[in-house]
Every structure is written in structure tokens, then in C-alpha cells.
């Protein structure tokens, strides 16, 4: 066995007959570093959850990429684009797009009994991703798109539907502005909550031919709505090959589109979610100093209850860093013990809130009913790495002392 090892393993143990106070510190410090890492894994693992939560939700009511008239809201009904655009396939052919739909926003009023409220409509065809509103739905169905006939169905979003006091199944009288007011009267066939009221609060969904139908459209929409392929990421890179192809294959008959990434657009919950990465990087600053403050005291009182050891062992002929390698092992082992039994607590409280979502949230204030967690391994590894790194290097303050140490001294004191 290694003699660095083998004797700080006797430092501590049952087997050494000094140093009651250093036992009770390490005790102490293994304590406190399991309630550090504790503290850093559920909190790092709770901004990862915010994290893909929120941006998850962006995405899925708007696409990594909006390509819209330039200068224009996708919602506006001002300026449409040309549909199809002549290089969308260009697009499509980029290794990093997943797939690129065309949508069309019309807008209009609801009105029942006593009750206005405004409504957004979201035109989408039959080959449209529809995964996310199922995931959210909460009553009845999605419409029926792509039959011969223009649906007349729609699903909207509960916040619509408790405002107007709809059900899925009930009929919605809608308004419509323009030269001649018109009226249409859609089935609701289902409502959807995905706790995001700033993207949902008035919108519903439904057939585009029925929205371009609405503005008066023909071989026009609102805009197109690009998603990456999975494992991509939107940056300055994709943005700027995106940009290059619509820019060199735009035809005269095309309109001209700008492409508007989701961080751009959604620039709110991108500070929001930076602000959440700065709190938990404060939080890991603190609990590493905390930790660390209590591995040094530890360290100190061992140092001090074995002033004779040391000093015996540096006239056996070791050196000062020799010694010090002793009690950095010591330190070590102690940290590994608290990290391991901190990790297991830690990643049992995480699953526990997954499965049963124990601690709840105010959507209103938090765009989700409950405390999100996601547990990426990377981060995990990467905060204790960080987390056991940073302790050892504070560790090797107290092991200044055993340089001070003469072995002709401590030889004579008992």
C-alpha cells in the first residue's frame, strides 16, 4: 500500500488513540461539504430545468428561426411573404435545419354573452409538428387539418378559455375586421395550457387556408418557422449561413425575408435564464467557500493535535512535502466522502421531485406549475470536478505550517 495513503488512513481511525478534536472536525467537514454539494447539484440541476422548460416552450410555439418580412412581427398581417419561396428547399438541404413550415396569423375578437376578448389565430397545414400542443393539451383533441374541406376547427389556450368561460366541444363566435366585418363561427375541439401566458394568453390554432382565407391572402403567409435538426444549437454560424442562402437564392419573385433567431425575438427569458446561471454560480462560490473555510479548520486542528508525529516522521527522513502529502490524502479522502454521500442525496431529492413534482410554482411568475429539474450529467461532473478541485487547492494553505515545524522541538514534547 502506498505510504501516503496507508497513513492517512491512521489519522482518524480507531486505530489512532490522539486527536478526538480532529475527528470531530473532520466529522464536521464531511458534513459540511455533503451540504455544499447538496446545495450546488439540485441547484445547477433546477436552472438546467428552467433552462430546457422555458426555452423548450419558446420553441415550440415559435421555432428556433423566424423568417418574416424584414422589419416585421411574424404576427403583423401588414407585409406577408411569398409562399412557397423558390429556395426553400436550399434551406431545407442545410445540415443543421430540421424542418421549415410556413404559418399564417390572422387576428380577430370573440364575443360571448357580456364577454369580448381578442383572439390571435395561428394558421397551420397538416404537415405541421403538432407534438408540442399534444403534450399540452388538457381537454378534448387537435383539429383536423388537410382534408378536402377548410377546417373549422380550432384549440386554444386555457388562459382564453377560462377568460370566455369556453369548454372543448362549444362553438366560438369570432369577428374579423376589414373592408366588410365578417363573423365565423369556429369548434373549439380542444384547449392547451402550456403555463406560458405571454406566448398563449390569446392565441388559438386552426387550418392556414383558413386564416389566409381571412386576410385576403393568395400564395402568401405570414412567415415560415425553421427548426434545427436535433443536436444543433442556433449561433452566429447557422444564422449567417441562413442569411447567405436567402440572400443568393432570393428570385424576383420571391419577397424579401429576414431571419429572426428565438434569442433574438425572446430576448426576456434569455436575460431571465443568464440571471439564473449567474445565482447559481454565486451559490456554488459560496458553497465551496463554506466548505472549504471548514476543511482548512479541520486540517489545522489535525495539524496541530499531531505536532510530535510530524515531527517524528521529518526526522525519519521525510520531507516537508512528503508530510504534506499525508495530510492533503487525509483532506482528500475526507472531501470524497462528503461529495459521494452530497451526490447521492442530492440526485435522490432531484428524482423525487421529477416523479412526483413535490415543491409547486405560481405559473404566472415562474411559466411552470412546479419546480423543474433536468440532471445533466455533464454539469454534474463538471461542478464536482470544479467543486473538488478548488477545496484541494485551498488545502494546501494549513500544509504551509509543516514547514515551520522543527523536528528537534517537537521530538520533546509530549
Not at 291 to 299: D, E, P
Amino acid at each position: 500500500m502506498n505510504l501516503n495513503l496507508f497513513l492517512a488512513k491512521r489519522i482518524g481511525s480507531k486505530a489512532d488513540a490522539t486527536g478526538k478534536l480532529g475527528k470531530m472536525g473532520s466529522r464536521i467537514s464531511i458534513f459540511s461539504v455533503t451540504v455544499s454539494i447538496i446545495v450546488i447539484v439540485i441547484a445547477s440541476s433546477v436552472a438546467d430545468g428552467f433552462r430546457d422548460e422555458i426555452l423548450g416552450k419558446a420553441r415550440g410555439y415559435s421555432s428556433d428561426y423566424i423568417l418574416a418580412a424584414p422589419g416585421e412581427d411574424i404576427l403583423s398581417t401588414s407585409t406577408p411573404v411569398t409562399h412557397p419561396l423558390s429556395y426553400l428547399k436550399d434551406l431545407e438541404e442545410l445540415p443543421f435545419v430540421g424542418s421549415i413550415k410556413g404559418v399564417a396569423y390572422t387576428h380577430g375578437i370573440l364575443k360571448e354573452k357580456d364577454e369580448i376578448g381578442g383572439i390571435i389565430l395561428k394558421g397551420v397545414d397538416s404537415t405541421y409538428n403538432m407534438d408540442f400542443y399534444a403534450k399540452h393539451l388538457i381537454a378534448g383533441r387537435l383539429p383536423s387539418l388537410g382534408g378536402k374541406r377548410v377546417s373549422n376547427e380550432i384549440i386554444i389556450s386555457k388562459t382564453l378559455a377560462d377568460m370566455l368561460q369556453y369548454k372543448a366541444g362549444d362553438k366560438a363566435t369570432t369577428y374579423f375586421a376589414g373592408e366588410q366585418p365578417r363573423v365565423r363561427r369556429f369548434d373549439i375541439v380542444g384547449i392547451f395550457d402550456a403555463q406560458l401566458q405571454d406566448f398563449d394568453k390569446y392565441l388559438a390554432i386552426t387550418d392556414i387556408r383558413q386564416t389566409t382565407r381571412l386576410n385576403g391572402w393568395e400564395g402568401k403567409i405570414s412567415g415560415y418557422e425553421l427548426l434545427l435538426e436535433k443536436g444543433f444549437e442556433e449561433d452566429a454560424e447557422n444564422a449567417a449561413v441562413i442569411e447567405e442562402t436567402i440572400y443568393n437564392k432570393t428570385s424576383e419573385e420571391d419577397t424579401p425575408v429576414a431571419a429572426t433567431p428565438l434569442k433574438e425575438k425572446y430576448y426576456i427569458f434569455y436575460d431571465w435564464l443568464h440571471l439564473l446561471d449567474l445565482n447559481v454560480l454565486i451559490i456554488l462560490a459560496l458553497m465551496m467557500a463554506v466548505a472549504g473555510f471548514n476543511m482548512v479548520s479541520a486540517l489545522l486542528i489535525m495539524l496541530f493535535e499531531r505536532i510530535s508525529q510530524i515531527g517524528l516522521l521529518k526526522a525519519m527522513g521525510m520531507s516537508n512535502r512528503a508530510v504534506s502529502k499525508v495530510f492533503l490524502t487525509k483532506a482528500a479522502i475526507t472531501v470524497l466522502q462528503g461529495m459521494a454521500i452530497g451526490n447521492c442525496i442530492a440526485l435522490l431529492l432531484c428524482v423525487l421531485q421529477q416523479r412526483f413534482e413535490i415543491i409547486p410554482l405560481d405559473p404566472e411568475n415562474y411559466f411552470v406549475s412546479h419546480v423543474p429539474i433536468s440532471i445533466e450529467w455533464t454539469s454534474v461532473l463538471t461542478m464536482n470536478l470544479v467543486a473538488f478541485a478548488t477545496i484541494m487547492l485551498v488545502m494546501l494553505l494549513p500544509t504551509i505550517f509543516i514547514g515551520k515545524i522543527n523536528p528537534a522541538t517537537t521530538m520533546r514534547v509530549k
